[in-house]
């Protein structure tokens, strides 16, 4: 477990050295969204591994990487690719998500309403606890990868994203429903967010580590039941706080150890996540394809 977590580390300051020029826009958390958009024409690439463990079940590192690219101002379109590796099992791809945002209010108000829509196409060894939902549990993560990834899912997920900015507080709700598209109940769960820089002004003097550049907060999230049995008995719930280092560059390093409040839960989430933002890609692909008419 050591050497799993000592090589993850190495991997996101690896990453966040290397990274070329750009402008970051990562929210600090990993669950939970808030209203801010991805900037017309730039494209966010970014890796997110959990690890999680629970008594009787295997430690495993889910991982989701993403590709956001903001259509419109009020339009932000992401791509996902899911993978995991279980110990004493094996590594796998496990599917993808398609997901779209769609910013209601343009200006900005004291609560600003996100419309949430994801396609997924995932099989049954996902381990990313991207969202909980439902009655999603540790017993979930139990079965075997060369029989869990037999069974497949196609889901539409849904969210509303309710976020406000309160004197340098962001403070985000968000109201989950999935359901198989083919057979099964709506299941519900929620993800609620609150996070602020450690300073709001800018120091004087560029640097790397200024307080401005820290965001810190906490997340709380968990399952609602489903339709005709909304509860909290039998869920699965968490909570985690959150760190996030915005890089200069548009390079940002974020980290959650999470800690399950139920008999349900996995003991233990830690997450880590590694983003970097290419300014004006969309104009750059634009001229590319117009130089090769």
């Keep these: 477990m050591i050497v799993i ?3 993850a580390v190495f991997v996101i300051l690896a990453l966040g050295i290397v990274a070329a020029p750009g402008l970051a826009q990562e929210r600090p958390y990993f669950v939970t969204y808030d209203h801010h958009m991805e900037e017309p024409g730039n494209l966010e690439v970014a890796t997110n ?6 008594r009787g079940i295997n430690t495993f590192i889910g991982n989701w990487t993403e590709f956001e ?3 419109k101002g009020w339009w932000t379109s992401e791509f996902y690719i899911d993978s995991q590796h279980t ?3 094996n590594a796998l791809l496990t599917g993808f998500r398609f997901e779209n945002r769609f910013r209601l209010l343009l200006r900005e108000h004291r609560v600003n309403p996100v419309l949430y829509v994801e396609y997924e196409h995932v099989n049954g ?6 969202e909980v939902v439902g009655f999603d549990g540790k017993e979930d993560h139990s079965e075997p990868n ?5 069974e497949h899912e196609r889901e539409l997920e849904t969210k509303l994203i309710l976020s406000s900015q309160i004197k340098g507080w962001n403070v985000s709700e968000n109201l989950i429903g999935v359901k ?14 609150i996070s602020r820089p450690l300073a709001l002004a800018a120091s004087a003097n560029a640097c790397t580590f200024c307080r401005e550049n820290f965001t810190a907060g906490v997340e709380l999230y968990g399952g609602l039941g489903e339709w005709g049995d909304l509860t909290f008995k039998g869920t699965s719930q968490y ?6 280092l915005n890089l200069p560059g548009g390079t940002t390093l974020r980290v959650s150890p999470g800690f399950g409040l139920t008999d349900q839960s996995h003991s233990t989430l830690v997450r880590f996540g590694v983003s970097h933002e290419f300014s004006g890609f969309g104009q750059q692909v634009r001229k590319v394809l117009r130089r090769n008419r």
């Design 5 to 7: 977590l000592r090589i």
């Design 146 to 150: 060369r029989e869990a990834r037999l």
């Design 69 to 71: 690219y903001g259509a």
């Design 49 to 54: 591994p959990v690890i999680g463990q629970a």
């Design 87 to 89: 110990m004493h099992d």
């Design 180 to 193: 198989n598209i083919h057979e099964g109940v709506w299941e519900f769960g929620y993800a609620f967010g």
């Design 125 to 130: 060894a996902d381990k990313t606890l991207k």
């Design 239 to 244: 909570v985690a706080p959150v760190l996030a």
